[in-house]
Nanobody
Framework: QVQLVESGGGLVQAGGSLRLSCAASGTIFRFESMGWYRQAPGKQRELVTIITTSSTSTKYADSVKGRFTISRGDAWNTVNLQMNSLKPEDTAVYYC?????????WGQGTQVTVSS
């Protein structure tokens, strides 16, 4: 059974930084893409950023461009999200996503709260 586990969420003041990590287990195959989504209270889940297997293609939501950076981890099927210059509007539950053979896999989510 494929599982994704996030870590690194927490409470930070506006302007601060956090680093999220996600590790997948339960498959010998490399995810074709991995990324991060977030969902704020009362809002739909939205794409934050995604990276392809080759790590040569990344996509960012306009709202995080220049502040967030996604990277593949050194370990198999891991991905990191460096979040700088955090804003209160970045407050949300952040979910790790992995795409493999047309299937979507999700982590349980980690809370990020940015205080003003």
């Amino acid at each position: 059974q494929v599982q994704l586990v996030e870590s690194g969420g927490g409470l930070v003041q506006a302007g601060g930084s956090l680093r999220l990590s996600c590790a997948a287990s339960g498959t010998i195959f490399r995810f074709e893409s991995m990324g991060w989504y977030r969902q704020a209270p009362g809002k739909q889940r939205e794409l934050v950023t995604i990276i392809t297997t080759s790590s040569t293609s990344t996509k960012y939501a306009d709202s995080v461009k220049g502040r967030f950076t996604i990277s593949r981890g050194d370990a198999w099927n891991t991905v990191n999200l460096q979040m700088n210059s955090l804003k209160p509007e970045d407050t949300a539950v952040y979910y790790c996503h992995g795409g493999l053979f047309g299937n979507d896999y999700w982590g349980q989510g980690t809370q990020v709260t940015v205080s003003s």
